[in-house]
């Protein structure tokens, strides 16, 4: 499969740690409780999402972004 590029959007808990979602593939959702981690598991929670469109012959969309006032965007590559 291609690498592909994608933007990550990671919002910080208050009880610490990030939540992270990939604004193109609606409902893939990860958490980390360090920014390394967090970017780790969403790496892994794409790779699966992608597999599962794969299987069924879908491509992802890509979205328009709307982010929250804390959170930030990172860029991981899959």
Known sequence: M???TYQIVL???SEGG???TVP???GCI???STLEEAKLMIEDAISGYLSCLEERNELPDESLLSLQSSSFIALVTV
């Open 2 to 4: 291609k690498k592909q």
């Open 24 to 26: 193109a593939l609606p």
């Open 30 to 32: 990860s958490y980390g």
């Open 18 to 20: 990030f939540t992270v």
């Open 11 to 13: 919002t910080p808990e």
